[in-house]
C-alpha cells in the first residue's frame, strides 16, 4: 500500500524546478512536458522576449517549422535561459536558447558558463561530434551532438576563403550560444504506446481527468498488470490499468 501511495503522490504532484544559486541544472527541466503555463505558475513575471536564432538565415527567409521561431520566454528563476515553445499554436517546451549570461550544467551533466567557454573545450569534453556545421545563409557556425546540444560560435564574414573551414581559427572562437532541441512528436507517440489505461469508480477517464482529483477524496487504489489487466479491460488494458476508487459524499 505504501508503494500505491507514493504512486499516487507522483501522479498528483506539480513538478517543481530547483537549481543552485549560480548554477542551473537544465536536467530538471524536462522538454516536452513542461508547458507555458507551468513557467507562468513558477514566476508570474515570465516575459516575452525576441531571439535571434543562430541556425537560420538571419534574413527571417527560412524557418524551422517544429518550434516558434524568433520568440521566446524569460524567467528570472533561470538567467540565460530562453524558452521556446513547440509549433505556434501549442504551449508545449520543446527548445531551450542559452545566451551569454547561462552558467551551469546542460541537461547531460557538463558545466558551462558561456561569458568565457571556447569551441576547443567543447570539443574536448565530447567524442563525437558533428563540427561547423551551417544552413550556408546563417552567422554562426554549430557544432552539435547527437541533433540534440547545438553550440555556435561567430561566422567571421571577412575570412577568405570560407571553406574549407578553418577548424583551428574557429575552435579558438567563443561560444555565443547553445540550442537544446527535443523531437515532440517521437516522445508523444511514445508515451501514447506506454500509456495505462485510467479507471475512476468503473468509468475510463483520461490522465486530464486524473490529474484534477483531489488526493483527499481517493478511497483506495488498485494497480493491475499484465495478464490481470487484460482479463478484465481486455486490449485496453495492455499497458496496465490503474483503478481508483473515490469517497462517498
Known amino acids: 500500500?505504501?508503494?500505491?501511495?507514493?504512486?499516487?503522490?507522483?501522479?498528483?504532484?506539480?513538478?517543481?524546478?530547483?537549481?543552485?544559486k549560480d548554477a542551473i541544472r537544465l536536467s530538471d527541466i524536462k522538454l516536452c512536458n513542461l508547458t507555458l503555463e507551468d513557467l507562468k505558475q513558477n514566476d508570474a513575471d515570465l516575459k516575452q522576449a525576441n531571439l535571434e536564432e543562430m541556425n537560420l538565415?538571419?534574413?527571417e527567409f527560412v524557418e524551422d517549422g517544429r518550434f516558434e521561431n524568433r520568440i521566446g520566454y524569460t524567467s528570472k528563476l533561470y538567467p540565460g535561459v530562453i524558452f521556446q515553445k513547440y509549433h505556434k499554436d501549442l504551449n508545449i517546451i520543446a527548445k531551450i536558447h542559452l545566451s551569454k549570461d547561462f552558467k551551469g550544467y546542460l541537461p547531460d551533466?557538463?558545466?558551462?558558463?558561456?561569458?568565457?567557454?571556447?569551441?576547443?573545450?567543447?570539443?574536448a569534453k565530447y567524442d563525437s561530434l558533428d563540427i561547423w556545421t551551417s544552413r550556408g545563409c546563417s552567422d554562426y557556425l554549430g557544432i552539435n551532438r547527437n541533433k540534440e546540444i547545438y553550440f555556435y560560435v561567430k561566422l567571421n564574414?571577412?575570412?577568405?576563403?570560407?571553406?574549407?573551414?578553418?577548424?583551428?581559427?574557429y575552435s579558438e572562437q567563443q561560444i555565443e550560444g547553445i540550442d537544446i532541441v527535443s523531437d515532440c512528436y517521437s516522445i508523444q507517440q511514445n508515451e501514447q504506446k506506454i500509456q495505462p489505461l485510467y479507471i475512476v469508480d468503473g468509468k475510463e477517464v483520461?490522465?486530464?481527468?486524473?490529474?484534477?482529483?483531489?488526493?483527499?477524496?481517493?478511497?483506495s487504489i488498485n494497480v493491475l498488470k499484465e495478464v490481470s489487466a487484460t482479463e478484465k479491460y481486455g486490449e485496453k488494458g495492455k499497458n496496465g490499468v490503474i483503478e481508483i476508487f473515490l469517497k462517498k459524499k
Not at 1 to 20: D, E, N, T, V, Y
Not at 109 to 123: F, M, N, P, R
Not at 206 to 219: L, M, S
Open 1 to 20: 500500500m505504501k508503494k500505491i501511495s507514493i504512486i499516487l503522490i507522483l501522479l498528483f504532484s506539480i513538478k517543481s524546478f530547483s537549481q543552485q
Open 57 to 59: 538565415c538571419s534574413d
Open 109 to 123: 551533466g557538463t558545466y558551462v558558463d558561456l561569458k568565457t567557454i571556447q569551441a576547443s573545450e567543447i570539443i
Open 157 to 169: 564574414q571577412k575570412k577568405k576563403p570560407r571553406y574549407p573551414i578553418d577548424n583551428k581559427y
Open 206 to 219: 483520461t490522465e486530464k481527468i486524473i490529474a484534477e482529483i483531489k488526493p483527499d477524496d481517493v478511497d
